[in-house]
């Protein structure tokens, strides 16, 4: 399997769309790197960030833990993270978890600029 790789698709206006393909597990990057700050920088939780999972071809425990770790990061600095577009296996994984109670996930693209829509009109008045 290949290693995690994470591709930039766009920044614009606070948000970030990111592809993530490969294996997502701890084993797919090097030990005690955040693989979303090696790739995008320091500041990158203070964004809305668009995770599209479609090319993930495995994730494990490790790899949930580290989506957890980015939302936690996001919500402290005031991004928000949207996880969508899992291939099935990933959707289903997820969902037996329950992290469907925790993360922001969304089946496809459109649902997730929708949520993202969603966080910038509850946070318009904050600046």
Request: charged share 20%; net charge negative; proline share 6%.
């Amino acid at each position: 399997m290949t290693p995690l790789n994470i591709t930039l698709r766009s920044a614009d206006q606070g948000i970030i769309s990111i592809d993530v393909a490969g294996r997502i597990s701890k084993d797919g990057w090097p030990p005690n790197r955040d693989p979303l700050v090696g790739r995008l920088g320091p500041e990158v939780y203070t964004s809305t960030i668009l995770m599209n999972l479609r090319n993930a071809d495995y994730i494990d425990s490790t790899g949930v833990e580290w989506l957890l770790w980015c939302h936690s990061r996001c919500e402290q600095a005031g991004g928000r993270l949207i996880v969508h577009s899992p291939n099935p296996m990933t959707d289903q994984l997820l969902r037996m978890m329950r992290m469907d109670l925790t993360l922001h996930l969304a089946g496809n693209e459109k649902d997730a600029l929708e949520l993202a829509g969603e966080f910038s009109n509850e946070h318009a008045g904050d600046h």
